[in-house]
């Protein structure tokens, strides 16, 4: 994602690339990495930032990484982008306090790209209609945490949209967590499988008809436009913003 994002910013006519940090590729010029047409240099630490005089910072790492990073930022007066999912909801509101204090802003989205956010719309807007709900999220077997934030956004938002949903008639469990796991009530399912990028798919179900939204990234480059939407907006919305809904106006 890292190296992605790099050339999605390069190429971007109106942004200019100045800074990568990343300690497992300290060292290396990004040309070697596929970002060709620039003669940065990968750092190790988020000092470079601020001799690069970044403006936005783009976070995708892992949680650990991300919280130290962030602080940085909200200390800096350096706006942030993040995709970094496993964050607490503890540690968000305390990032919300961070960067409420006027210095910077931030955007934190489970998924940056547009079609998952509609998906998790269309989903929060059929819930009321439906009896019962289940997600399954599919990610590549390199993902970390489970389930994925987009899944865990997702679960949450259609239990919040009802609070009428049948009861689970499983009474006998042949395999521990074969009904996967609960968010504010509603069954998870995450698959990790090598080949794939990241899926989702959203059932719902009542009496004779079932309703089902899926979305599919085959490709890293689809979470790019988010991103990029993300980096123009960060600096005029202020504080701590969660999702791209409120960048996308829905």
């Not at 403006?55 to 800096?76: G, H, I, K, S, Y």
């Amino acid at each position: 994602m890292g190296s992605t994002v790099c050339r999605a910013v390069h190429d971007a006519p109106d942004m200019e690339l100045v800074a990568a940090v990343d300690p497992h590729h300290a060292g290396i010029d990004l040309h070697q990495l596929g970002v060709h047409g620039t003669q940065i240099q990968v750092a190790a630490k988020p000092s470079a930032l601020a001799d690069a005089d970044v403006e936005v910072a783009v976070d995708f790492t892992v949680a650990d990484a991300a919280r130290d990073n962030l602080r940085w930022c909200a200390a800096e007066g350096v706006h942030a982008v993040v995709g970094t999912t496993g964050l607490a909801e503890e540690e968000v509101l305390d990032l919300a306090e961070m960067f409420g204090r006027g210095r910077a802003n931030a955007v934190i989205a489970p998924n940056f790209a547009i079609g998952a956010v509609l998906m998790i719309r269309f989903a929060e807007l059929a819930a009321p209609y439906f009896e019962s709900a289940e997600v399954i999220e599919l990610h590549h077997d390199q993902k970390a945490d489970a389930p994925s934030g987009t899944a865990m956004t997702t679960a949450q938002r259609i239990a919040a949209a009802s609070k009428e949903w049948a009861e689970d008639p499983t009474r006998t469990v042949a395999a521990e967590g074969a009904r996967g796991g609960l968010v504010d009530g509603i069954p998870v399912h995450s698959v990790r499988l090598r080949g794939i990028v990241a899926h989702q798919e959203v059932l719902l179900g009542t009496t004779g008809q079932s309703l089902s939204i899926r979305h599919d990234s085959y490709d890293r480059a689809s979470f790019m436009p988010g991103v990029l939407l993300a980096v123009r907006k960060v600096r005029e919305t202020p504080g701590l913003t969660v999702g791209l809904d409120q960048l996308l106006g829905l």
